[in-house]
């Protein structure tokens, strides 16, 4: 008998209808996370958007939030904090109130991530010495991150196909997610992603067409390594919520 008609497909491993939360609390790729994966976007966050940011749409408000969409076991998350905390710091915005918010699907993953404590990798190793002061010594477990940067972060089990309304961020990253959704239902996904920015935030999602997100009608950031596009200044976009029926 067919299969009823979803609104997704997953990855090529994956059946009509399975299970996400099984897939990707079972399945290893969901280890594959590092700190400051991509230093050029964290040098963008810290020495272009924090400005911009101060400067122009924050201003007022003395706020920033961030969101880590498919943070994992809490790297990502913890890396956008320590460039946030840096790019305040030197930007004079010490006393700013930041909070940066993981979510992941996975339960495991969110678990790893609240504890905050991490074996190094040698892919980590670099990184790690560049934002050493944001780590402590966690004896035979390796390290944790410190308690002046997890006091900025929650992490949250959760779905970003189901889409809720909430707090607008001012930067957005969710990389290497929504590769594993059919191409035309990424486009829905994010979408709806960037609807949670806030018009003239800032967005980094992977992987994801420039030209379609030109036509979207966002723009390149000038003075930047191109990692972050920023969104349209317009509030407009489509709203809604998603359905996984049709
Ligand atoms: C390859 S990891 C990427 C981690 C991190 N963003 C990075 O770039 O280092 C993919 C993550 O996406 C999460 N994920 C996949 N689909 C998701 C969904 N619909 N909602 C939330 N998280 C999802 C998986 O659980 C996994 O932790």
Redesign the pocket.
């Known amino acids: 008998m067919a299969a009823a008609a979803e609104t997704h497909v997953y990855d090529a491993n994956l059946h009509s209808g399975a299970d ?1 939360q099984a897939f ?1 609390e079972g399945d290893n ?2 280890t ?3 700190f400051f ?1 991509n230093r050029a976007m964290y040098l963008d966050l810290e020495q272009v958007l924090i400005p911009m940011l101060m400067q122009g749409p924050a201003r007022a408000s003395r706020r920033l939030r961030v969101w ?5 076991d809490g ?2 998350a913890y890396s956008l904090a320590m460039s946030t905390h840096r790019g305040l710091s030197r930007n004079n915005g010490s006393g700013w109130d930041w909070q940066v918010r993981g ?4 339960r495991p ?1 969110i678990a790893k991530a609240r504890a905050g404590v991490y074996v190094v990798t040698e892919h980590d190793q670099d990184a790690v010495d560049d934002y050493g002061e944001y780590f402590e010594s966690a004896g035979n477990k390796g390290l944790q991150v410190a308690e002046r940067i997890r006091a900025h972060i929650q992490f949250e089990v ?4 189901a889409y809720q309304p909430g707090e607008p961020v001012d930067i957005l990253v ?4 929504v590769l ?1 959704y059919e191409q035309e239902y990424q486009k829905e996904i994010i979408r709806k992603l960037i609807s949670r920015v806030r018009p003239g935030g800032f967005f980094h999602v992977t992987p994801v067409s420039k030209r379609w997100l030109l036509s979207e009608d966002h723009h390149r950031t000038a003075g930047s390594s191109g990692a972050f596009f920023q969104r349209s200044s317009q509030a407009g976009g489509q709203d809604g919520g998603f359905s996984r029926n049709g």
């Open positions: 996400l990707f790729l969901v594959a996370t590092r994966r880590s969409a498919g943070c994992s790297r990502e979510s992941d699907l996975s993953q959760e779905d970003i196909i969710c990389s290497l997610v594993y």
